[in-house]
Structures are given as structure tokens and as C-alpha cells.
């Protein structure tokens, strides 16, 4: 195996710099003090040589050059030569060098180390590959002497031939039992050891092996002590080329074969018509019938799937497009009619259709655990306790509520999405008891262990359990099977949109838990939500009031907007423009960083996170830190792929306008001194 590198740098402190850094990727190095001690060392399992231009410049290289054209075929050394001239094309040292050195790599001085270590690594591994081809002759040669150990041990008369039948080799057992030599036995020789019946069956069998793909056929061979014929058993498969390396046209090497005596076993021929191989190949194909057969409904079952997604999302789309549109009609109508309260109402309804809209992607975001969440430590038992009237006008009169809640461990997720989570799982069981019955709401503290939940399922820990129990009319197995499909939903058109489970399950995964579900018809439903435990205490809860912008900011105050959506842009900026910012729009990461070096100054950057130029927006608020160190940087998002530092500021798509003003009143404020 190669080992180190041998250097040659007489000059300055190249071999020690090169030393260094060869050790730092774990390549041991021997410096020489010029080619003839090289010369010395080119046994010691070399990894490759590292030479400067000064070194071989007056050095005699016939002796290295000979002793590179001694090498094994498979050995072909890498040189590295250090240099300052600018290419092998340009003068003629370079080029006997080349001629001499024949694997040789030209590294320009000055260089990176990270180059260096490139071409090292590189030269390495060449010299990795012609060990690994010394392993495989090495390998070949003990192949080919067990080989003949193994067909020259066993009983069987072994042999090798040509697709037609053509013999290329017999084993010693084929000579002593047949009498017919090696080379009689060569190409259709060995035929004159066939019973003469068997003769025609038996190129029959050849002229067939090919488009079977193996040999089988019974045949009576003569002995030569005695000249009675024995039946044997003849088989052989063909031995195709690897792939990658030169093959004949079919693929097919050559054929490799054995002819085994069943004298005795002819009387039970009709039991071994029936091999091994057969009923192998037989259940082969049953079980590659039943693979398919299961690839086909896996396929089914998927895109029947994406159908429901992707026409549950087209559905609810479409009533809020309809919605949006209808209004914008019917808002250009009353204001050319000069009917601008009828116009302001619609224009309130459109906003709430966009909160439609907005809660949709959330939900499908949550389920594809691709929602930003802002964890917090919670009290769960708090926040069911603050929730109890809510549950019980959402539940009505009919349905009695219990809570079963313990004081302990805290959890560490979204506050607004387990309050979500747990409302939801609570119209669900209303929704299942029409004429009335019985709420459980629970919480307790669980230990999961490994053999407790399917692999991928959650970490085995502590864990907080909320259960919400319902007597109900329950769920059928099948219906239970696809409770968390997105849009599957058993309630009639128009009630409901099928997310609300496939929403808790995104959520309860994203946090780092899992969600349980037993059901059966007319014994009820359960549903239990597993958070991981956590120790920190929560903190009262805050109702922070919203604050209206102020009318004018502060005189030459910038602000650095980027998103590659023009309607966004326009929208944002306009409304700190109102503010009295100077905003300054980007589509991109490369522009925003030309507009920043052209300002000089940014008191604020508000970036999307995905933007297209190569640069996304936690590289571009890298990059304008760099320049700005002091700039703070408010992101916005409405898709959660790429991650953000810790405590960074994000206003998630959509958004509000005067939300997105007071985030940068706030931002801009707290970052003057």
C-alpha cells in the first residue's frame, strides 16, 4: 500500500511547508536532499514524489527515468513538480521533464493549500488505484491456483469451451477416465468419448445453451479402462465479461462445466428432472410476479394520493380565487359608480379570503413539516385550563366535558399551533357524537422506550402525553388507516377541509414527537399527542399590544428591501415609503450587494430567504454584515427550507403591511445607539 511522499525541495523552507501540510490530511513524507537520495527511496512504497523545478534543474534524471521504466506494468508513480513558469508548453526544461517524469503534474508557485492538498490528495489517490490493480493481479493469480486445486481435487471431469461446444481445456479426471488427451480433447475432439446415440442430443443441447443461457444434458461417456459407458450429468453456464472492460459480442467469455457420473442414480431420474436450479428459478419468477404485482398497487395507491392533494388544494383555491376575483369585479364596478363603502366591504372580504388562503398553506406546510414555528417552553395543563371555556362553547350543551390535567413537566413547542392543535382534535370529536356524549381531555407523563415506537417514529425519552377522548361513533379500520392523509376526510362536501389531522401530525412531528390514534365503530376515538418533556419553566404569558406605525421616520434613515416576487417588493416598499424610508429594491442577492456598496450606508435589511443568483437571503444578510456589521436584518418567508441563525427576526408570507412597518420601526430603533 502506498505510504509516503518523497520530497525533494533543497531550497528554502518548501519541504518543511510541504511536510506540514501533507501531515495535516495524514500523509507521512520523506525529504530527500536531491534525486539520487530519492532515487534510494523509490521502493519504500511511495505514494507519489513532490519536486521542485531547482531541484531536477542541473540533476541527472537518467537514472530515476530508468529506474521508472523498470517499474511493474502496474506501477506508474506520480511526480508533482513545483514551478514558476507558467506551463509545460513554454520551455523546453519543462518538456524534458515531462518526457522523463512520465506521470507528472505541474503545480505553479505561488499557490493556495488547499491546491496543494488538491493535487497531493489527487496524486494519492492515483497511486491508490495501481495498488488496488497490484491486489486484483495478486487476487487473479490465487483465483487461478484454487481453480485448478478445486477442479483437479474433485471427482467431477471439468472443463472449458467455446459457446458451439469447442473445448479450450479438460482437467486431469476428464484424461483419466476418457484416455483422451488434453489436446485430442480440444475443440469437438472430446465428442469421440460420447456414446454415439448421445451425440446428436448433445449438440443439440449446445446449439441451445445460448438462448437458455446454461448447458444441461444427459449423456453416456466411455471409460477407457473398460469401454463400458457411464451416464453423466453435464452442466455449464457462461461466464460473462465484467462490466466496463473489453467483451466479445455476446457478452460471453467462455463456458464453464462439469460432467458428473449418475450411473448410479439413473433409476431416480425422473425425481432429479426436477433440480435445484429449476425450483429456484421457479420461485424466482412467482416471487418477481408478486413484486410487480405489489409495485403496481404501491403506484396506484401513491398517485391516487397525489390525486386527492393535489385536487383538494385546486378545490379550496379555486372557492377563494372565485371569491377574490367576483370581488375585484364587483369593487371596479362601485368604483366607477362612485359606491365606495360597498367597495370598502368587499375590499374586507378579500382580506378575509387571503386569512383563507394563508391558513391553507399553513396547514399544508404543517403537514409537510415545513412550517416556521417559534417554540417556546409551555405549561400544557395552563394552556388546556385557558382554553377550557373555548372548548366548551365549541363543544355546546350537549357534550360533557372532563379534564383530567396533572401538574408537571413543561414542553417545548408553538404555543399557537398546540392550541390549534388541540381545538382541532376537539371539533373532531364533536363532530363524531351528533347527539351528544362525553369529552376527556387528559394530560400525563410518559416514558418511551426504544421497543415502545417504530423506528423513525420518535426518540425514545420522556414525554408529555395530551390525550382527547370522545364516545363517539369511532372510526372503521380503514378509515383509520388514512386519518392523516391530507384532504381524506369522511365529513360531508363543504364541511371541513381534511387538513386538520394531517396538519397536528406535521406539527406534532416538527416538534419532535409523535401522534397515536385508536378508534373503533361505536366504542369512541382517543387521540394522543407525545411531546418531548422539557425542563425549563414557563414563563407568564405576555399579551403584547400592537403599536400603529409612526407617520414620518427619521430623515435619511435606508432600508435595503430584497424579493425576487415585483408585487411584494412593491407592495413593502410602498408602505415604508409612506413611513418615509428611502428604500432601495432588489430581485436578487448579487444586485442587493452592488446597491449596498454603491449606498455606503443601510439601516435596515429586509431579505426573503429564497431568491434566485446564486445567493440566498441568509447569504446575502451574511455578506451586507460583513460590510455593515451593524444592520440589522429582518427575513421573510413563506416556506421554511433554508436554516436561519438562532434569534434571527422572521415575519412569515403573507403578511400585513403594518406588522411588516412595525417590525422595522423596531428593528431600526433598537439598532441606533
Known amino acids: 500500500m502506498p505510504c509516503s511522499a518523497l520530497i525533494v525541495a533543497p531550497h528554502g523552507r518548501d519541504a518543511v511547508v510541504a511536510g506540514r501540510l501533507l501531515a495535516q490530511i495524514g500523509i507521512p513524507s520523506i525529504t530527500c536532499g536531491d534525486v539520487n537520495e530519492l532515487l534510494r527511496h523509490l521502493n519504500d512504497d511511495a505514494a507519489f514524489a513532490l519536486l521542485t523545478e531547482e531541484a531536477i534543474d542541473t540533476a541527472d534524471l537518467r537514472p530515476l527515468a530508468a529506474a521508472l521504466q523498470a517499474q511493474p506494468p502496474w506501477s506508474d508513480l506520480p511526480f508533482i513538480v513545483m514551478t514558476h513558469r507558467p506551463g509545460s508548453e513554454r520551455n523546453l526544461r519543462t518538456r524534458r521533464q515531462s518526457e522523463m517524469l512520465t506521470n507528472v503534474t505541474f503545480l505553479e508557485r505561488p499557490f493556495h493549500a488547499t491546491t496543494f492538498l488538491s493535487v497531493a490528495q489527487t496524486a494519492l489517490k492515483s497511486r491508490q488505484r495501481q ?32 459457446g458451439s461446444g469447442e473445448c479450450t481445456w479438460v482437467s ?241 413547542c408553538d404555543p399557537g399551533e398546540l392550541e390549534s392543535a388541540v381545538l382541532n382534535l376537539c371539533i373532531n370529536a364533536r363532530d363524531a357524537m351528533p347527539d351528544g356524549g362525553r369529552l376527556t381531555i387528559s394530560t400525563a407523563d410518559l416514558i418511551l422506550r426504544s421497543g415502545d415506537i417504530a423506528p423513525d417514529d420518535a426518540e425514545p425519552g420522556p414525554y408529555v402525553v395530551i390525550s382527547v377522548s370522545d364516545t363517539g361513533t369511532g372510526m372503521l379500520p380503514d378509515v383509520l388507516e388514512r386519518a392523516f392523509e391530507p384532504f381524506f376526510t369522511t365529513k360531508p362536501v363543504g364541511v371541513g377541509t381534511g387538513l386538520g389531522l394531517s396538519q397536528i401530525y406535521g406539527f406534532v412531528q416538527q416538534s419532535g414527537g409523535t401522534v397515536q390514534l385508536e378508534s373503533s365503530p361505536t366504542q369512541g376515538t382517543t387521540a394522543r399527542l407525545l411531546l418531548p418533556a422539557h425542563d425549563e419553566i414557563p414563563a407568564a404569558s405576555e399579551q403584547a399590544l400592537a403599536t400603529p406605525p409612526r407617520v414620518v421616520a427619521d430623515a435619511g434613515t435606508t432600508v435595503l428591501l430584497v424579493d425576487d416576487e415585483p408585487i411584494v417588493r412593491m407592495t413593502a416598499a410602498t408602505r415604508l415609503r409612506e413611513l418615509g424610508y428611502d428604500v432601495l429594491e432588489a430581485p436578487d442577492g448579487p444586485m442587493a450587494l452592488r446597491m449596498v456598496d454603491a449606498a455606503g450606508r443601510v439601516d435596515l435589511l429586509i431579505t426573503d430567504v429564497g431568491l434566485p443568483g446564486g445567493l440566498n437571503g441568509r447569504q446575502v444578510a451574511e455578506a451586507v454584515r460583513e460590510r455593515l456589521p451593524r444592520v440589522p436584518t429582518l427575513f421573510i418567508t413563506g416556506y421554511a427550507t433554508t436554516a436561519l441563525p438562532p434569534g434571527s427576526e422572521v415575519i412569515g408570507k403573507p403578511f400585513a403591511l403594518d406588522d411588516l412597518a412595525r417590525r422595522a420601526q423596531a428593528l431600526i430603533g433598537g439598532a441606533r445607539p
Open 172 to 412: 486431469p479426471q476428464w484424461f483419466a477416465f476418457t484416455g483422451l488427451s488434453p489436446q485430442a480433447s480440444l475443440g469437438h475432439g472430446w465428442m469421440d468419448a460420447i456414446h454415439p446415440e448421445d451425440r446428436e442430443h448433445t449438440v443439440t443441447a449446445w446449439a441451445k445453451a445460448e438462448q437458455l443461457s446454461e448447458l444441461s444434458v444427459d449423456h453416456r461417456i466411455r471409460r477407457a479402462t473398460d469401454g463400458v459407458f457411464h451416464w453423466f450429468q453435464t452442466r455449464a453456464l457462461p461466464l460473462h465479461a465484467t462490466p466496463g472492460t473489453e467483451q466479445p459480442d455476446d457478452g460471453v467469455i467462455e463456458w464453464l462445466g462439469s460432467s458428473t457420473d449418475i450411473e448410479d442414480q439413473m433409476q431416480a431420474r425422473d425425481v432429479l428432472a426436477r433440480s435445484r436450479e429449476q425450483l429456484e428459478a421457479l420461485v424466482e419468477e412467482r416471487t418477481a410476479e408478486l413484486m410487480a404485482a405489489q409495485q403496481t398497487l404501491r403506484h396506484s395507491q401513491k398517485m391516487e394520493a397525489v390525486g386527492r392533494l393535489t385536487g383538494g388544494i385546486a378545490h379550496d383555491f379555486n372557492n377563494i380565487l372565485q371569491g377574490i376575483g367576483a370581488s375585484f369585479e364587483l369593487i371596479s364596478r362601485h368604483l366607477d359608480q362612485g359606491r365606495t363603502d360597498q367597495a370598502r366591504r368587499l375590499l374586507e372580504r378579500c382580506r378575509n379570503a387571503l386569512d383563507r388562503a394563508a391558513g391553507l398553506t399553513r396547514r399544508l406546510l404543517a403537514f409537510a413539516r415545513r412550517q416556521r414555528l417559534e417554540p417556546k417552553p409551555i405549561d400544557p395543563d395552563r394552556l388546556i385550563r385557558d382554553m377550557e371555556d373555548l372548548i366548551r362553547r365549541t363543544m355546546g350543551p350537549e357534550i360533557a366535558i372532563e379534564l383530567k390535567l396533572r401538574d408537571g413537566t413543561a414542553v417545548l
Open 131 to 162: 495498488y488496488d490493480t497490484l491486489a486484483r493481479i495478486q487476487d487473479l493469480r490465487e483465483s487461478e491456483q484454487r481453480f485448478r486445486a478445486l477442479t483437479e481435487g474433485i471427482p467431477q471431469l471439468v472443463f472449458r469451451a467455446r
